[in-house]
T-cell receptor, first 115, second 109 residues
């Protein structure tokens, strides 16, 4: 693994189903993020984690949950998918959040369609 | 509230120079990032400014004026591969990136 990986690459999901998007990084970054990107809108933060064992809510957290059991993995779960959650989901990580540049590195994205 | 304003789309000619402007209003400020995003791909880091002035990196330069809440990205000697969206993202007081919708840059031969 080099950088950040996400799985699946794409998924079509029936409304009401539960879905977990996986994200793994091998850079030993403390902070990780989940964004969604919709056409014509900027990246919107769903949830974040500043360090293993902690998580926080972003701008659009409703309908999503996350966990951060270890440094490398940051899965995003949709408990009961709805069509408005159709989007491209990006996972990102950064070395730190306080001070420094906080440059974020992005995974390749998961294209999710909820029907 | 927090707001980012950038042009939706710009067109330029191969070999030319283009300037993409960004104005922002954020709760606190800890620097500003520019990212490039090709269609269907993830954003990739281009530049970071935390102090006023111009940062030059090869064909790309980024400028910041904190007092005006203004930044621009300057691309020189445009190449076809520069066709992409360019995202302006200031870092707020909580060290969270606030993302603009991006400027789609179209390069014509």
């Amino acid at each position: 693994i080099a950088g950040i990986t996400q799985a699946p690459t794409s998924q079509i999901l029936a409304a009401g189903r539960r879905m977990t998007l996986r994200c793994t990084q091998d850079m030993r970054h403390n902070a990780m993020y989940w964004y969604r990107q919709d056409l014509g809108l900027g990246l919107r933060l769903i949830h974040y984690s500043n360090t293993a064992g902690t998580t926080g809510k972003g701008e659009v957290p409703d309908g999503y949950s996350v966990s951060r059991a270890n440094t490398d993995d940051f899965p995003l779960t949709l408990a009961s998918a709805v069509p408005s959650q159709t989007s491209v989901y990006f996972c990102a990580s950064s070395e730190g959040t306080s001070g420094g540049r906080g440059e974020q590195f992005f995974g390749p994205g998961t294209r999710l369609t909820v029907l | 509230g927090q707001n980012i304003d950038q042009p939706t789309e710009m067109t330029a000619t191969e070999g030319a120079i283009v300037q993409i402007n960004c104005t922002y209003q954020t709760s606190g400020f800890n620097g500003l990032f520019w990212y490039q995003q090709h269609a269907g791909e993830a954003p990739t880091f281009l530049s970071y400014n935390v102090l006023d002035g111009l940062e030059e990196k090869g064909r790309f330069s980024s400028f910041l004026s904190r007092s005006k809440g203004y930044s621009y990205l300057l691309l020189k000697e445009l190449q076809m591969k520069d066709s992409a969206s360019y995202l302006c993202a200031p870092l707020d007081s909580n060290y969270q990136l606030i993302w603009g919708a991006g400027t789609k840059l179209i390069i014509k031969p």
